[in-house]
């Protein structure tokens, strides 16, 4: 009976672990090390290349340099990936780790496995079967195209790189920063001699191309600046093994690397597999509707875990950054409100590592309850404007009031200590809304302006149809009363009733409804236009649709639909809201629901950056979106939105196995940030609707 019980606890907890990933499948195939062994200074992510015809079987980094693998066999190279006898299929997939497989010529099969034991290092390992009678060659390339490298050979069995990485863009938003060193050194060991090596001042198109023929050799050469480097090895026999590790140091540990290499060496890649078994297993189990959505599903929590590190600087618990890899300076400094969001999801299997993250906010919270913009272990950052400072669109209490109750729900949290996080949770969501609504309505009026650098303040910072008509100053949009920060302190004073509620501190659940009702009044005396059936800011001189200028702010944006999500709209409101969400001239497209209204002269569905507000979709407004289209009791819509969101995200898993921080509402090409946190929120979304549906 207990042998049957395991086994049933294997398959549906590792359910993923071991299905064929094809090279068209919508695997997310990016690999980062677990917070646990990571560091902020020498953080190496990859990205695996396995799905392209044209391209070698690679693993991508964009700062720490491209690792690809070419074969050999008699006077035969296979290079790229489409010239494969059989193409390679990933077989086992985790946050920070694979096996794949696949047979470069007929009767040549490899299984490779790679993982990152820490986020300085990785250990991939080959091994074949050679039913051919010719010696079998192991290409390794390791290319950079950030920056030249310099390399020599130490010993027969190791080569030793170093290259010189700045701060400022990749890592954060200034030109230092007390511990980080850009000179990087890496040491490649393999587990054999190492038969030929040559240094290229270009970059490697295909193997034959570099090989000497007659001597079947490389160059030989490791001089001057280079942009890639090549060695190989031979292997005799039916059966053979390929262990490559690699480590990276700062310029100031470069004598660690041999000793790191030697801790390496005896560190085996199931150890690994291991390690996720064990923190994965509290993913929640559905019943899922197709393949593709159980992949999706999992997709989205394993990214979600990728962004944490460990504790460091000024926070006492792990925190996260908006993408580990690819990183880019102004995501790489910390969290913000509406990125935690995602906390939504982690907190469905690791509910403490969520709680710790939002503690990071309240650890930095001020006397006076301001919480900055964005904090992270070695960053504050408050954006200043005419001496207010910036905080973020207030999804805090929120979001706490989400976590712990995703924390009770999951039961791996003792009573104890969902007391206290609710306790912690509350006092200082407390403070924080108070400074809100203290700083953030300078007429009194009882509705609010955003704050500080208005357009950071309110997330839709660039290409926003409303915000563009009343110039480009950073407290520009103080001159509107803000339907949005308006629907989100309505929310966040709901939050805060309810926790009071749950701590038995009636009167103060009693004070913060009779305060979200009054402010809701207002949104809906002011804000709704019965003529158009929809919700728009206001100006804070007119107090109405129209600047003193005459210029109408009647822009239709996805904010319009937040008082579903606050609950201030009434059944008759939203029941015509539905109509607008639904209407394929307006919001309801293929791939999700734009920021704009299809119907507006001003929207452009292309994503062709970051930060475009007047028609891509954005998950981090949908989620609200689909939360309030469930609450009015329209689970048939809600199910829409999800299909429709999971289908922007499946595409491009298929396409280029990656997710994005927008997505196109009716086109299939992107270029905005890669692997953003917040898409994370597509698992929490899954998983709302099929309990529903269950």
Same mark, same amino acid.
């Given at each position: 009976?207990?042998?049957?019980?395991?086994?049933?606890?294997? #398959?549906?907890?590792?359910?993923?672990?071991?299905?064929?990933?094809?090279?068209?499948?919508?695997?997310?195939?990016?690999?980062?090390?677990?917070?646990?062994?990571?560091?902020?200074?020498?953080?190496?992510?990859?990205?695996?290349?396995?799905?392209?015809?044209?391209?070698?079987?690679?693993?991508?980094?964009?700062?720490?340099?491209?690792?690809?693998?070419?074969?050999?066999?008699?006077?035969?190279?296979?290079?790229?990936?489409?010239?494969?006898?059989?193409?390679?299929?990933?077989?086992?997939?985790?946050?920070?780790?694979?096996?794949? &497989?696949?047979?470069?010529?007929?009767?040549?099969?490899?299984?490779?496995?790679?993982?990152?034991?820490?986020?300085?290092?990785?250990?991939?390992?080959?091994?074949?079967?050679?039913?051919?009678?010719?010696?079998?060659?192991?290409?390794?390339?390791?290319?950079?195209?950030?920056?030249?490298?310099?390399?020599?050979?130490?010993?027969?069995?190791?080569?030793?790189?170093?290259?010189?990485?700045? +701060?400022?863009?990749?890592?954060?938003?200034?030109?230092?920063? %007390?511990?980080?060193?850009?000179?990087?050194?890496?040491?490649?060991?393999?587990?054999?001699?190492?038969?030929?090596?040559?240094?290229?001042?270009?970059?490697?198109?295909?193997? @034959?191309?570099?090989?000497?023929?007659?001597?079947?050799?490389?160059?030989?050469?490791?001089?001057?600046?280079?942009?890639?480097?090549?060695?190989?090895?031979?292997?005799?026999?039916?059966?053979?093994?390929? *262990? !490559?590790?690699?480590?990276?140091?700062?310029?100031?540990?470069?004598?660690?690397?041999?000793?790191?290499?030697?801790?390496?060496?005896? %560190?085996?890649?199931?150890?690994?597999?291991?390690?996720? %078994?064990?923190?994965?297993?509290?993913?929640?189990?559905?019943?899922?509707?197709?393949?593709?959505?159980?992949? $999706?599903?999992?997709?989205?929590?394993?990214?979600?875990?990728?962004?944490?590190?460990?504790?460091?600087?000024?926070?006492?618990?792990?925190?996260?950054?908006? @993408?580990?890899?690819?990183?880019?300076?102004?995501?790489?400094?910390?969290?913000?409100?509406?990125?935690?969001?995602?906390?939504?999801?982690?907190?469905?299997?690791?509910?403490?590592?969520?709680?710790? @993250?939002? *503690?990071?906010?309240?650890?930095?919270?001020?006397?006076?309850?301001?919480?900055?913009?964005?904090?992270?272990?070695?960053?504050?950052?408050?954006?200043?404007?005419?001496?207010?400072?910036?905080?973020?669109?207030?999804?805090?209490?929120?979001?706490?009031?989400?976590?712990?109750?995703?924390?009770?729900?999951?039961?791996?949290?003792?009573?104890?200590? $969902?007391?206290?996080?609710?306790?912690?949770?509350?006092?200082?969501?407390?403070?924080?809304?108070?400074?809100?609504? *203290?700083?953030?309505?300078?007429?009194?009026?009882?509705?609010?302006?955003?704050?500080?650098?208005? #357009? !950071?303040?309110?997330?839709?910072?660039?290409?926003?149809?409303?915000?563009?008509?009343?110039?480009?100053?950073?407290?520009?949009?103080?001159? $509107?009363?803000?339907?949005?920060?308006?629907?989100?302190?309505?929310?966040?004073?709901?939050?805060?009733?309810?926790?009071?509620?749950?701590?038995?501190?009636?009167?103060?659940?009693?004070?913060?409804?009779?305060?979200?009702?009054?402010?809701?009044?207002?949104?809906?005396?002011?804000?709704?236009?019965?003529?158009?059936?929809?919700?728009?800011?206001?100006? =804070?001189?007119?107090?109405?649709?129209?600047?003193?200028?005459?210029?109408?702010?009647? &822009? =239709?944006?996805?904010?319009?639909?937040?008082?579903?999500?606050?609950?201030?709209?009434?059944? *008759?409101? +939203?029941?015509?809201?539905?109509?607008?969400?639904?209407?394929?001239?307006?919001?309801?497209?293929?791939?999700?629901?734009?920021?704009?209204?299809?119907?507006?002269?001003?929207?452009?569905?292309?994503?062709?950056?970051?930060?475009?507000?007047?028609?891509?979709?954005?998950?981090?407004?949908?989620?609200?979106?689909?939360?309030?289209?469930?609450?009015?009791?329209?689970?048939?819509?809600?199910?829409?939105?999800?299909?429709?969101?999971?289908?922007?995200?499946?595409?491009?898993?298929?396409?280029?196995?990656?997710?994005?921080?927008?997505?196109?509402?009716?086109?299939?090409?992107?270029?905005?940030?890669?692997?953003?946190?917040?898409?994370? $929120?597509?698992?929490?979304?899954?998983?709302?609707?099929?309990?529903?549906?269950?």
């Amino acid at each position: 009976m207990k042998k049957m019980f395991f086994l049933f606890f294997i #398959l549906t907890v590792f359910s993923i672990a071991n299905e064929i990933y094809l090279p068209d499948s919508p695997l997310f195939s990016s690999y980062i090390a677990p917070y646990e062994k990571s560091s902020y200074f020498v953080d190496e992510g990859y990205h695996l290349v396995y799905y392209k015809p044209s391209s070698p079987l690679k693993l991508e980094n964009e700062i720490a340099g491209n690792i690809s693998i070419g074969f050999k066999l008699g006077k035969m190279f296979a290079y790229k990936t489409g010239d494969f006898f059989k193409q390679p299929v990933v077989v086992k997939t985790y946050p920070d780790s694979f096996f794949l &497989r696949a047979e470069p010529f007929r009767g040549v099969k490899i299984n490779l496995k790679f993982a990152l034991p820490t986020s300085s290092s990785f250990i991939l390992e080959l091994e074949f079967e050679n039913s051919c009678s010719y010696e079998f060659d192991v290409f390794i390339v390791y290319e950079n195209k950030s920056q030249k490298i310099y390399a020599k050979i130490n010993g027969k069995d190791s080569i030793l790189i170093s290259y010189e990485q700045p +701060a400022k863009g990749k890592y954060f938003q200034q030109k230092s920063l %007390k511990g980080f060193e850009s000179v990087r050194y890496s040491l490649f060991n393999i587990n054999r001699e190492i038969y030929s090596f040559g240094g290229y001042q270009s970059f490697v198109n295909n193997i @034959s191309d570099i090989v000497a023929t007659d001597e079947n050799v490389l160059n030989g050469s490791l001089n001057s600046e280079l942009s890639s480097i090549v060695f190989d090895t031979v292997f005799k026999g039916r059966k053979g093994k390929l *262990r !490559l590790l690699k480590q990276t140091v700062q310029k100031s540990e470069r004598e660690k690397l041999s000793a790191l290499i030697d801790t390496l060496k005896t %560190k085996s890649i199931d150890s690994v597999f291991s390690f996720n %078994k064990k923190v994965l297993k509290n993913i929640p189990k559905l019943k899922f509707k197709n393949s593709d959505e159980k992949l $999706l599903y999992y997709n989205g929590i394993y990214l979600g875990r990728q962004q944490f590190l460990p504790s460091a600087g000024q926070f006492p618990y792990p925190y996260y950054v908006f @993408s580990r890899d690819p990183k880019w300076g102004w995501g790489h400094e910390g969290q913000v409100f509406h990125e935690s969001l995602s906390m939504h999801t982690i907190a469905l299997f690791d509910p403490l590592l969520a709680m710790n @993250s939002q *503690r990071n906010f309240m650890k930095v919270q001020e006397k006076d309850g301001y919480i900055p913009y964005r904090v992270g272990a070695f960053f504050t950052r408050t954006f200043p404007v005419k001496g207010e400072k910036t905080t973020s669109a207030p999804y805090f209490s929120w979001t706490n009031l989400g976590v712990y109750l995703a924390a009770k729900n999951s039961g791996l949290v003792s009573e104890k200590e $969902l007391k206290k996080y609710l306790l912690e949770s509350y006092e200082s969501g407390v403070k924080y809304t108070n400074y809100l609504l *203290r700083t953030r309505d300078k007429n009194k009026n009882g509705l609010l302006e955003w704050g500080g650098h208005t #357009l !950071l303040e309110c997330v839709r910072d660039y290409l926003n149809a409303v915000f563009d008509l009343l110039g480009k100053e950073p407290d520009t949009l103080n001159q $509107l009363e803000a339907l949005d920060l308006s629907s989100m302190a309505v929310k966040e004073m709901k939050s805060l009733s309810e926790m009071a509620k749950i701590l038995g501190k009636k009167e103060e659940s009693l004070k913060w409804k009779r305060r979200a009702d009054k402010m809701a009044s207002l949104i809906n005396k002011y804000m709704w236009d019965e003529e158009t059936g929809f919700y728009y800011h206001v100006h =804070k001189d007119t107090m109405n649709f129209k600047t003193p200028k005459g210029v109408s702010l009647k &822009r =239709k944006e996805i904010i319009g639909f937040l008082p579903l999500w606050a609950g201030i709209a009434s059944k *008759r409101q +939203a029941k015509i809201l539905i109509k607008h969400l639904t209407n394929r001239r307006e919001f309801w497209r293929e791939y999700g629901i734009p920021t704009l209204s299809a119907d507006d002269p001003y929207y452009d569905p292309q994503v062709l950056s970051c930060c475009r507000w007047n028609g891509p979709v954005w998950i981090t407004w949908v989620y609200p979106v689909f939360r309030g289209v469930i609450d009015y009791e329209y689970s048939d819509i809600a199910e829409e939105i999800l299909e429709k969101m999971e289908n922007a995200m499946i595409f491009q898993l298929k396409r280029n196995h990656r997710l994005w921080e927008s997505y196109s509402p009716d086109f299939t090409k992107l270029k905005s940030p890669k692997n953003y946190i917040w898409d994370t $929120l597509i698992s929490r979304m899954i998983y709302e609707m099929r309990r529903i549906r269950k």
